[in-house]
């Protein structure tokens, strides 16, 4: 149960007039006794932390439980360079993506938004998440847009001071990361996931990286009280260690965008600066290989010289002649990388 600390800074908090930092009290303790097994207890303070909120104003107007926009809790401490944190306003609706994977994402929301509901029946919300595709495939703005649907705070894990060279220090940072999700609700991004996650029979590998994957998958194990989204994403499925794709309630793909994904993607950049059906044939065979990123970058390299010349609108060889150099750029690069 409460440590006596914790009960100090409960009424302390009462005493105060800090009703939400009670609740985040509250929401620690019951993470405490989720990590101890006492599932139903932790369940019960959730709900009534949740209970209060709406009481206290949280669900002001009326608003249902998924509109409500949870108060950012920014890192302190040591936590403030581990994590990154800011209030996404990005809808799905805002990404083009596969049908397939869009329906995956839009199953994730409903699960968060009805969770509940599920547990009322003995079932959990998806909470889990890795993401596997290319770069520019959409990966982390999956994370501002289920953050954004979710009114959740967006969480970003900076690896570059996670990782360190000291023996421990890493898989101690880590759990301080995991104390974090697991009393303050927020979507938590990986990213560059296999920095840590790389195959534990790598012959580059050493003993202490892979004490901290498996740290990791200890800690992506354990239960929490608050619902949070853990999305690791990587660009380098390969070298993912096997053990880590069953530790995830989803694995979702992202490939490079087909004709229909890429004409629509496009069309809602270009459609005020004349974009129409009848370009495509003249356009269409400079879409191989590119991703969502860089045909976004094409078309903002259209619209950017529109602007500097002075014209209404853009014409289909001004968008041909921009994708044809994002293609000869990522050529260049690919080269590079061989």
């Known amino acids: 149960m409460a440590t006596a600390r914790q009960i100090i800074a409960l009424l302390s908090s009462l005493n105060q007039g800090d009703e939400e930092q009670v609740f985040a009290i509250a929401l620690q303790v019951a993470a405490a006794e989720a990590k101890r097994g006492r ?141 974090q999700i697991a009393t303050t609700r927020g979507v938590y991004l990986f990213d560059e996931f296999d920095a840590i996650g790389g195959k534990r029979t790598a012959d580059n590998d050493i003993g202490e990286m892979r004490r901290v994957l498996n740290s990791f998958l200890q800690f992506l194990e354990e239960p929490q009280s608050t619902d949070s989204l853990i999305l690791c994403a990587t660009n380098h499925a390969v070298l993912l260690d096997r053990a880590l794709f069953r530790r995830f309630d989803e694995v979702i793909e992202y490939g490079l965008p087909d004709e229909a994904v890429a004409r629509e993607l496009l069309s809602s950049r270009l459609e005020s600066f004349g974009f129409n059906d009848s370009w495509w044939p003249i356009i269409s065979k400079c879409i191989a290989g590119l991703s969502h990123a860089e045909l976004v970058s094409a078309a903002e390299d259209v619209m950017k010289r529109v602007i500097l010349t002075g014209r209404k609108h853009a014409d289909p060889l001004l968008v041909r002649d921009r994708l044809e150099r994002r293609v000869a750029m990522c050529e260049t690069i690919a080269q590079l990388d061989r």
């Open 39 to 179: 599932r139903t207890v932790a369940d019960e303070l959730r709900v009534l932390v949740e209970q209060g909120r709406e009481q206290k104003g949280f669900h002001a107007h009326h608003r249902s439980a998924s509109d409500v926009v949870i108060p950012i809790t920014r890192p302190r401490g040591e936590l403030q360079n581990l994590l990154t944190s800011n209030y996404p306003k990005t809808r799905l609706s805002d990404l083009v993506l596969e049908p397939t994977v869009a329906g995956r994402l839009a199953d994730v929301i409903e699960q968060q938004r009805k969770r509940e509901e599920l547990r009322h029946h003995g079932l959990v919300p998806v909470s889990t998440i890795l993401l596997l595709g290319p770069p520019g495939s959409g990966k982390t703005l999956t994370g501002s847009a289920l953050a954004g649907e979710l009114h959740l705070p967006l969480y970003v894990v900076r690896f570059d001071t996670v990782i360190t060279r000291f023996m421990g220090e890493t898989a101690s940072k880590l759990r301080l990361i995991f104390d």
